[in-house]
């Protein structure tokens, strides 16, 4: 008995495991939250218009963090890719007239 090729899935079109893209996103959290702080500590020993660059970086960074985290699961292979082809692939678009009406100012009748 003969086998298809085609009911053969693809290994590289498989998707990444959950396992890992959850911990690939929880490596960014930790990742922006240890800059948040850093951010916060160096705002403690600077002065000035650093000060309150760093402060606001350390209030909008969570907000970042959360963003990113919560990105959910993105593709990082392209799928298949279907090509269509000829003039059969894709139909030529149909149109219709419209009856015209009567003329702006012209009396119907």
């Known amino acids: 008995m003969a086998r298809q090729s085609d009911d053969i899935p693809s ?3 498989a998707p990444t495991p959950l396992s890992q893209d959850v911990s690939a996103r929880t490596r960014r959290y ?12 160096a705002a403690i020993v600077t002065s000035g218009w650093l000060r309150y660059t ?9 907000y970042l963090a959360v963003v ?16 269509l082809d000829g003039p059969a692939a894709i139909p030529a678009p149909t149109t219709t007239a419209l009856p015209r009406g009567p003329a702006p100012g012209s009396s119907p009748g």
């Open 54 to 62: 760093l402060l606001v970086g350390a209030v909008l960074l969570p």
């Open 30 to 41: 930790l990742v922006s939250m240890g800059v948040r702080t850093a951010c916060f500590l």
């Open 11 to 13: 290994i590289t079109t």
């Open 68 to 83: 990113v985290a919560n990105a959910g699961r993105e593709p990082t292979r392209s799928g298949p890719v279907t090509r």
